[in-house]
C-alpha cells in the first residue's frame, strides 16, 4: 500500500466517522419538544460511535506504524473479536 494510498485511506475512515456522528447527533436532537430517540437508544448510539471511534484509531495506527506482520494479525484479530 503506497503513501498515497494510506492517505486516502485515513481521510476515508475520518469522513465516515464524522458522517456517523453527525447523522446521530441529528436522531437525538429534539424536534418540536419530543426526544426523536428514547435515552436507551441514544446510549447505544454513542456507545456504537465510541466503538467506531476505537476501530478508526487502531486503524489509522495499523496503517501508519510499521510493526511488522505478527502485530498487525495480532490487531486485526482484536478488531474482529470486538
Known amino acids: 500500500m503506497?503513501?498515497?494510498?494510506?492517505?486516502?485511506?485515513?481521510v476515508l475512515i475520518?469522513?465516515?466517522g464524522k458522517i456517523f456522528s453527525e447523522r446521530y447527533k441529528a436522531l437525538g436532537r429534539?424536534?418540536?419538544?419530543?426526544q426523536l430517540l428514547p435515552p436507551a437508544d441514544l446510549i447505544a448510539a454513542r456507545d456504537e460511535i465510541r466503538q467506531l471511534k476505537d476501530r478508526v484509531a487502531?486503524?489509522?495506527r495499523v496503517i501508519t506504524d510499521n510493526?511488522?506482520?505478527?502485530?498487525?494479525?495480532?490487531?486485526?484479530?482484536e478488531?474482529?473479536?470486538?
Open 2 to 10: 503506497g503513501p498515497f494510498s494510506m492517505v486516502v485511506a485515513i
Open 30 to 34: 429534539e424536534q418540536d419538544g419530543q
Open 14 to 16: 475520518a469522513t465516515l
Open 58 to 60: 487502531v486503524l489509522e
Open 79 to 82: 478488531l474482529r473479536d470486538r
Open 67 to 77: 510493526h511488522g506482520s505478527h502485530d498487525l494479525s495480532r490487531q486485526i484479530d
